[in-house]
């Protein structure tokens, strides 16, 4: 009998050994869950993170990311995310309520920032989606895209130590994307007729600044903002006198205003996409920050009429 229980003990430690070991190969195996605020941000973590990770963007595609609140069940997804990276600079004011901790990354903390112009606050007006004091629009410069793709990169080589080769791989390749993006925005935009471009919100001081042109809008950073007569009276002013055929709109925005104005003026409209986040229908084509940006770049192109078009 004793003999027959040694035998009975020692096939429930084999067994409870066994289901021991794949119980920890399914928990070193379970991929890390990481969740993006932005489109921007998104795309650079699903193209390093890769097949080792599982990336969520937290907004859906055809949502505007300004006035975005989210769900209960979203904060049980941030809650439950290994990490959590967000814009950061005002973009995403509902992230302070929810206690995420050290998981929660701003990314605005690692790249380089443009501060707020006067004016463009004043046009804003007090019914708003509210702004600190820097332009959080930083993803539209592609050396802070870089910025924060390695800040992905080495986050996720701190957590999967095993993978660090594969998401330096990675980086490497998004990076040249970048800088393949960034060659071809000098190549187009360095010979052009004109140097301005009129849009509803202002979310492109960052591409301005970087390929020397200027924006006016008919509100500021604020797409929720309601234009003022004097401010529309200026852009139809400075688009009669630099002969402008062409006005910007975005996906997301109440753009009736801007269209009027093109009608009224005989104006091409084209679409310029911010990339906080994409359309329902730029997500069924699969299209991603580095096919966007080239289309944003056509646009641009034509607007301001450039040689290289």
Known sequence: MRRYLIIFLMI???????????????????????????YA??????????????????????????????????????????????????????IGQFDIGAKAVDLSKYVTLLKVEEKEEEKEGHHHHHHG????????????????AAVIAKKLS???????????KRLHEYLKMLTSLD???????????LHTIYVNHNAYSYLARRYNFSVKSLVGLSPDAQPNPKTVEAILSGIKKEGAKAIYYEPFENNSVLLSIAKEMGLQPLVLQPLGNVTAKEAKEGLGYKEIMKRNLHNLAIGLECNAL
């Open 133 to 148: 004091v820097y332009d959080p629009h930083y993803w539209l410069d592609f050396d802070n895209m870089k910025k924060v």
């Open 41 to 94: 941000i998104y795309d650079a973590l699903k193209h390093i993170g890769g097949e080792d990770i599982r990336a969520s963007m937290l907004i859906p595609p055809g949502r505007e990311i300004h006035s975005f609140e989210p769900s209960p069940k979203d904060i049980i997804k941030l809650n439950k995310a290994s990490l959590v990276l967000y814009n950061g600079e005002g973009l995403e004011p509902w």
């Open 183 to 193: 060659s071809q925005y000098k190549a187009t935009l360095s010979s052009c007729k």
């Open 12 to 38: 429930i430690s084999v067994v409870l050994t066994a289901c021991s070991k794949n119980e920890e190969q399914t928990q070193s195996n379970e991929k890390l869950v990481i969740v993006a605020t932005t």
């Open 158 to 168: 701190q957590m999967q130590p095993n993978n660090e080769k594969k998401y330096q």
